[in-house]
Each structure stands twice: as structure tokens, then as C-alpha cells.
């Protein structure tokens, strides 16, 4: 007999424990990193119980491990409570028992939502729009690299071997011979994504070697997060059974091309339902324009979470098939901000600068947090870069530690995102520059060792 709970559960949910017992219930949070924090319960135990907690640490803990200083004093670690969200119910297929798993939404003890956690900040942002009559729609795409078991951090990382015992190659966009090569690997993704109700529009390899692109379609932004937070789950444990990493960092292995999450957005009216970016005879409206501007003026302030370690800002060179830029222009790749060919219907703006090692949530509401201040603002983007957007002026900052004062310095951010996650964000992220910054790399020791 199923558990009364799931009958709020999604189809796909109800239909993988059809005619099983169900063992255990996965109780998740996202982290500031995007990881997946909580605990794991008994079904039975989850069925009954009707609080859970976890304490506000987590969102202060650094993707080391270590713990930030808390921005607004001392560290006590109270508890906050966690409400199931049982429209996230989702299959663990990987799991040897049944497993489901369950994003929680997290609120203090008198239930205010926790303005840090990642989940509730994008849908702060979605309530800015929601005020206005709004209601944004995003697809985005992800890249990831499956690369041979790397358990020595002291070593490259290197392509995987496929089917044929060579390693993958690189510069093969789009060949689905490529693609073939991984292909066990490629049919967990699809398998473990039907268990888990999820609808992939497409996969293709990109041009690094062993480099994925799995495109979902468009819709809701935090149906979409929670998707992609699942996804990453997902894909990592299908490498993993085929002797394989999935990876999702930014730039893995050198000479290579990065890794990106492009986003796609588009606002629809509440009452007309109407594409805003489009008007009745299916022209560019005045919106369509302010959003663009809204991204070119806000985005240097919003990279520390589109771009969030160290090694982010490696994927920002020419030449890498990654936008140095904040030009825009109607088909053109090389610009940071792409209007895609499209009727008038799907008109859209897709943000090229997204790394695929942001937080879903966070990349997300930055993302859409530029475009809204730049619906409120109302002012008009630059000209349309027609041509090479790669030869235009470097825009973006250099380092993690120049993007974090970008972010800390901007009132709107504040003001939009809210200061306590702004504060808490920064303590996290300075924290890890601040460890990054005392190791010593092989780079320095090869050419600074003796010739210094």
C-alpha cells in the first residue's frame, strides 16, 4: 500500500515504487555550493514524522568543508525546519533499495523562509516579477566532461577511455560517433532521467574531449533548478558505473574548452500570457531591449555566482568558445548575450556567461535579477554587436576576488538578492579564495623555483 504522501508526488514517483515496498526517504537542501545536504530516513519514519530539522551551518559551510564566519554573529547553529516540497519527489535509481528523494523548503521557527538558502533567493526573485505581472520562463542547457577516475588531485585530469579503447577526442562538436563512445554512460543518463519523471530535449558532444550538452526544455525556473540539481546527482552516479567521472567544473582539463550552463529567458504577461519580448504585430517591444541593458549593466556584479571558484574565471579566455563580453547580438556566438533565432512567440535572451558550476538556484535568480532591474530601469542596451564579439573589450572580472567586490559594492544587488545573503555568500566565497590563495600550484614551482 503506497504511503498517503505520495499521492501529492509526481507520476513518475508513484509509478517507480508501483508494486514495491519503499525503503527510504532522502530529506534535501541545497547548499550555497549546491550540494545536497540532509539525511536519509526510513519511509515508515518519514510517513509520520512531521517536522524535520536541519541547522542554518549548512549554508556556511565552503566547498572544502570548512566553516565560514558568520556575517551575523555568533555561530549557535540554531535549527530551522524543513516542509517537504512533495511536488520534488523523485526516484533514486542508482540506489541498490527503493529510494525516493525530497527537496525541502527551509524556514525559521516562527516560519519565515531563510532569506540564504538558495531555493527561497530565486523565489524572492520570482515574487519581484510576480509583483509586476510577470512570469519568467527559462531553458537551459548544460555541459559537463566525462573523464577518466581521477583519485590523485596532483594529477591532470585526462578524457576517458571508450568504446573502441581509445581516449575521446576533442574539436568532434555535434559527431554522434562521439557521442557512441560513452554511449552506456549516455543510456543510464536517459534511464535514471525516465525513473525521475524528466523530460531531456536533446544531447549532443560539444568540442571538448568527452564534453556532454544535455538541453531541457523550457519552463519554470525553480521546476528547472531543482531539475538541474537532480541532474547533476544523476549524471555523476551514471559515470560512475561505468568506471568514469562526470564532472561539472568550469574548465577540467587544460586546452580544452569550458563547461556553461547557458540560460535562455523570456517574460510572460500573468493576465495575457503574451511572450512581453514580442508585440501584436511581432516586433521587438521596448521590454525586450531593457532586459538586454538590464544584463549589460548589472551582470559584472552578479558573475561571483555565475562564476563561483577559482577555477570559474579559467573558462573567460579567447578563443575557448566562452563569451568574454557583455555585447549582445541577434545569432551571433560570440557575443555574452545571444538573441537565438526564433517567431515572435519564443523570443528570448540567452546568457552565454554561466558557468555549469554555478548553484542551479543561484545562476539562475542572478541571472534573472539583472534582467528585472533592467525591466524597472527602463533603459536602452548598447548597439547590437554585428561581427567578432570576441574582439571587443574584456568586461568581466578577472578573479573570484575582483568579481566578490563587484557584488559587495552593488546597491541594486542588494538590494534585489537581499544584504544578509549577499553577506553570508561573500563570507563563504572569501573564505575559499582565502584557501585557494595558500596553496601553491605546480605552475609556480616549475618557473619560480629557480629562476626567481
Not at 170 to 185: L, R
Not at 233 to 258: S, W
Amino acid at each position: 500500500m503506497k504511503p498517503e504522501w505520495l499521492q501529492d508526488a509526481p507520476e513518475a514517483a508513484r509509478d517507480y515504487v508501483e508494486g514495491r515496498r519503499l525503503d527510504e526517504v532522502e530529506c534535501i537542501v541545497a547548499d550555497i555550493a549546491g550540494v545536497a545536504r540532509g539525511k536519509a530516513m526510513p519511509a515508515s519514519k518519514f510517513a509520520k514524522q512531521e517536522r524535520f530539522y536541519l541547522p542554518n551551518s549548512i549554508f556556511l559551510q565552503t566547498i572544502t568543508g570548512e566553516w565560514a564566519d558568520n556575517p551575523s554573529g555568533a555561530f549557535t547553529e540554531p535549527d530551522m525546519i524543513l516542509t517537504p516540497d512533495f511536488s520534488t519527489t523523485a526516484a533514486a535509481p542508482w540506489t541498490a533499495d527503493v529510494t525516493l528523494m525530497v527537496i525541502h523548503d527551509v524556514s525559521d521557527p516562527q516560519g519565515n523562509p531563510i532569506p540564504v538558502a538558495p531555493r527561497n533567493l530565486l523565489k524572492r526573485v520570482m515574487k519581484l516579477y510576480e509583483d509586476k505581472g510577470w512570469r519568467p520562463i527559462v531553458a537551459p542547457e548544460m555541459e559537463f566532461f566525462l573523464v577518466a577516475r581521477n583519485v590523485d588531485p596532483n594529477q591532470p585530469i585526462i578524457p576517458p577511455m571508450g568504446r573502441t579503447g581509445r581516449r575521446a577526442a576533442a574539436k568532434q562538436a555535434y559527431s554522434m560517433s562521439a557521442v557512441d563512445e560513452y554511449g552506456k554512460v549516455i543510456d543510464d543518463i536517459y534511464d535514471f532521467a525516465e525513473a525521475q519523471g524528466f523530460e531531456i530535449d536533446g544531447i549532443l558532444q560539444e568540442g571538448g574531449a568527452g564534453q556532454v550538452e544535455i538541453n531541457l526544455n523550457h519552463g519554470d525556473p525553480v521546476h528547472l533548478a531543482d531539475q538541474i540539481f537532480y541532474f547533476k546527482r544523476l549524471i555523476r552516479e551514471a559515470a560512475l558505473r561505468h568506471d568514469c567521472f562526470a564532472t561539472f567544473m568550469a574548465k577540467p582539463i587544460e586546452d580544452e574548452p569550458g563547461s556553461a550552463m547557458h540560460i535562455h529567458h523570456s517574460i510572460v504577461d500573468l493576465k495575457t500570457g503574451r511572450n512581453i519580448f514580442s508585440d501584436d504585430q511581432g516586433r521587438e517591444t521596448p521590454q525586450f531591449l531593457h532586459f538586454i541593458a538590464g544584463m549589460q549593466n548589472h551582470l559584472p556584479a552578479a558573475i561571483a555566482l555565475l562564476a563561483p571558484y577559482v577555477n570559474s574565471y579559467r573558462r573567460y579566455v579567447p578563443d575557448f568558445a566562452a563569451p568574454i563580453n557583455l555585447e549582445w547580438g541577434r545569432d551571433n556566438r560570440t557575443t555574452g548575450l545571444r538573441v537565438p533565432v526564433s517567431g515572435p512567440e519564443s523570443r528570448r535572451v540567452e546568457n552565454r556567461l554561466a558557468g555549469m558550476d554555478c548553484n542551479p538556484y543561484l545562476g539562475l535568480a542572478a541571472s534573472l535579477a539583472c534582467g528585472y532591474l533592467g525591466l524597472i530601469e527602463q533603459q536602452n542596451p548598447r548597439a547590437e554587436c554585428i561581427g567578432d564579439a570576441y574582439m571587443a573589450d574584456d568586461e568581466l572580472p578577472y578573479n573570484l576576488g575582483d568579481a566578490l567586490d563587484l557584488m559587495d559594492e552593488s546597491a541594486p544587488m542588494r538590494e534585489v538578492l537581499g544584504s544578509e545573503f549577499v553577506d553570508v555568500y561573500q563570507s563563504v566565497k572569501r573564505n575559499e579564495y582565502k584557501e585557494f590563495l595558500q596553496v601553491i600550484s605546480p605552475w609556480e614551482r616549475e618557473h619560480l623555483l629557480l629562476n626567481v
